[in-house]
């Protein structure tokens, strides 16, 4: 039983640091991503960015659930929710267009998508749900984790929130109006996320509109990068003819 625990507890503990890696790691690339579309856009589609990784218990709770077992690689294989990042976005168009962003880069390999915007859930839940693994790099080399990514809007945000908190208010029992009350509200937060995208397009043009001349760079820079190139174009070969 000792020698079980000190394994156990050294092999979890490394298990759990590769999962907040891995988050670490997709917070990084959300941060370029937000960085490069203010730069070369103008525009920032990203309102906020949150992470999580799943405590221990938790992980074990959803095992006996699910009667998995409890090793884990068993783990790793069928737990996919361990480590998350929701990313919030101003508009529908954005949620895809950060979506296909982050999804598209040579390190990230897509496992799943679920497009709950195009097909909402019964209860009127909406995201984008993706599965994503990515390559952690440590000291004894790459290893794969899983992270599930959420995109949805502030409005598809606020609903999911104030369903979750209602949920578990009562222990999932919701009565039969609150949960036709969470329907209204779900239609009513489509209706303001539409609205809402029709008045960005109005001030601002189409999506592909959005996009402008990256911020300017100091005007002498560019005179002695003219003057280089200048150069550079003047100066004679040296391969033979």
Not at 38 to 59: A, Q, W
Not at 129 to 156: C, D, K, N, Y
Not at 172 to 195: C, K
Not at 212 to 227: K, M, S
């Amino acid at each position: 039983m000792i020698a079980f625990a000190k394994r156990s507890r050294h092999d979890f503990s490394r298990f759990m640091m590769e999962y907040q890696f891995a988050v670490d790691e997709v917070l990084t690339k959300v941060s370029i991503l937000r960085r490069e579309f203010l730069h070369m856009r103008r525009y920032n589609p990203i309102e906020h960015v949150t992470s999580r990784v799943k405590p221990p218990g938790s992980i074990l709770d959803k095992v006996a659930r699910r009667g998995l077992d409890p090793s884990l690689p068993s783990i790793r294989e069928n737990i996919t929710d361990i480590a998350g990042i929701r990313i919030t976005c101003s508009f529908i168009a954005d949620t895809y267009k950060v979506l296909e962003a982050l999804t598209s880069q040579n390190d990230v390999e897509v496992l799943e998508v679920k497009d709950y915007i195009a097909r909402p859930k019964p209860n009127g839940y909406k995201s984008l749900h993706a599965i994503i693994e990515i390559p952690v790099f440590l000291s004894t080399g790459a290893v794969p984790v899983i992270v599930e990514v959420q995109i949805r809007t502030i409005a598809m945000d606020f609903w999911a929130s104030l369903e979750h908190k209602i949920f578990y208010k009562y222990d999932g029992a919701v009565p039969t109006h609150l949960v036709a009350d969470l329907a209204s509200a779900a239609e009513a937060a489509e209706q303001l996320d539409q609205r809402m995208e029709q008045l960005h397009a109005e001030v601002h043009g189409a999506p592909e509109a959005i996009d402008a001349e990256p911020e300017e760079i100091d005007e002498a820079l560019i005179e002695r990068l003219w003057e280089l190139s200048q150069r550079f174009s003047e100066t004679p070969s040296d391969e033979s003819e």
